[in-house]
């Protein structure tokens, strides 16, 4: 559960959140969905964007938020109403394994189309 670069994704829709968690992780599999959040008024699904590799190199990573919403919390339907993005997030995060932890974040782009 610790990753060091977190990016949270997050839509709301009346009382009701979405977030995608992107992390960076040094043992979970890349790509995989490891751990899905389900409630009654929020939803969250934590993917690994990548694995391990050298700490030292800028990773630049694009995703489609509608698309992703869609795939994560509306079973893939292309036609899905996707609700308001209402937030982007980032955090470091170590304390599980009271390990330090730290990353470098930038260049954050929202594009519409």
Not at 15 to 36: M, N
Not at 40 to 55: K, L, M, Y
Request: glycine share 10%.
């Amino acid at each position: 559960s610790d990753s060091a670069a977190v990016v949270y994704v997050t839509f709301r829709r009346s009382l009701s959140w979405y977030s995608l968690k992107y992390v960076w992780s040094s043992g979970a599999t890349r790509g995989a969905i490891c751990d899905r959040k389900r409630g009654v008024f929020s939803a969250q699904d934590t993917i690994v964007v990548e694995r391990g590799g050298p700490t030292a190199d800028w990773r630049s990573v694009e995703i489609d938020p509608r698309a992703e919403f869609r795939r994560h919390f509306a079973d893939g339907d292309a036609n899905a109403e996707v609700p308001d993005l209402v937030g982007i997030g980032i955090m470091s995060d170590g304390d599980q394994t009271n390990s330090l932890s730290s990353a470098d974040f930038g260049g954050f782009a929202l594009v519409e189309g």
